[in-house]
């Protein structure tokens, strides 16, 4: 995704952050090659939020880089077709994205704006929220009703940057409940797993 920085509490994600703020009751769904996810329920929403927590041997300018690269980055983000930089003003910016997903559910696509915030640890936060009328809807696909949610890159001496991905989504339309519940572990694993690999300079999806 790309870079923005006070507005992130807007972008919520496009996949939570609105949720995400009612989402406490965190639980630990998966410990596997270094990275952690949790899910939780979100008064309101029959989808879960998640959280995927990892440590990566890279520095924040190095990972900064990685996120604004929006069309690069698909290759590291779970099930993304296509992304493209729809507008950027200073640490702000606008993302359109495509997303696959197995048949027969309808394809997604979905708008994120996104901010970019300097934290005092010298770390980043990136707040995502979804902006689903920003441009009219593909007669393709289906378009994410909400998102809310952020990135945070806490640096950890000697190189290493703590690397947190926390999203709330409605994905819209009808979603078979196996697909909700995978996605929530799967998303935040496969994103953070291929994040670290492209970071340290191997082969993504291993």
Same mark, same amino acid.
């Given at each position: 995704m790309v870079t923005s920085s006070r507005v992130v509490t807007g972008i919520a994600l496009a996949l939570g952050l609105f949720g995400a703020a009612h989402?406490? @009751?965190?639980?630990?769904?998966? @410990?596997?090659? &270094?990275?952690?996810?949790?899910?939780?329920?979100?008064? #309101?929403?029959?989808?879960?939020?998640?959280? &995927?927590? /990892?440590?990566?041997?890279? +520095?924040?300018? $190095?990972?900064? !880089?990685?996120? %604004? +690269?929006? /069309? &690069?980055?698909?290759?590291?983000?779970? /099930?993304? %077709? !296509?992304?493209?930089?729809?507008?950027?003003? #200073? +640490?702000?910016?606008?993302?359109? $994205? =495509?997303?696959? $997903?197995?048949?027969?559910?309808? !394809? =997604? +696509? !979905?708008?994120?704006?996104?901010? $970019?915030?300097? /934290?005092?640890? &010298? #770390?980043l936060k990136r707040t995502l929220e979804g902006l689903p009328d920003y441009l009219p809807k593909e007669a393709d696909y289906v378009r994410v009703a909400s998102v809310t949610g952020y990135w945070t890159l806490l640096p950890k001496g000697g190189d290493e940057v703590e690397v947190t991905y926390q999203v709330h989504t409605d994905p819209g339309g009808s979603v078979p409940s196996w697909l909700a519940n995978s996605f929530v572990v799967d998303a935040p694993f496969n994103t953070l797993r291929d994040l670290r690999a492209k970071a340290e300079n191997r082969p993504v999806g291993k």
């Open positions: 989402a406490e @009751d965190w639980k630990l769904t998966k @410990d596997e090659a &270094g990275i952690r996810v949790y899910l939780s329920e979100v008064e #309101g929403s029959k989808y879960k939020a998640y959280r &995927g927590i /990892t440590t990566i041997k890279a +520095d924040v300018a $190095t990972l900064r !880089s990685l996120q %604004e +690269d929006v /069309t &690069g980055a698909c290759a590291w983000i779970h /099930t993304c %077709e !296509s992304q493209k930089l729809l507008k950027q003003q #200073g +640490d702000e910016s606008w993302v359109y $994205t =495509r997303f696959k $997903t197995p048949w027969p559910v309808a !394809s =997604r +696509d !979905s708008i994120l704006h996104v901010v $970019t915030s300097q /934290t005092a640890d &010298g #770390g």
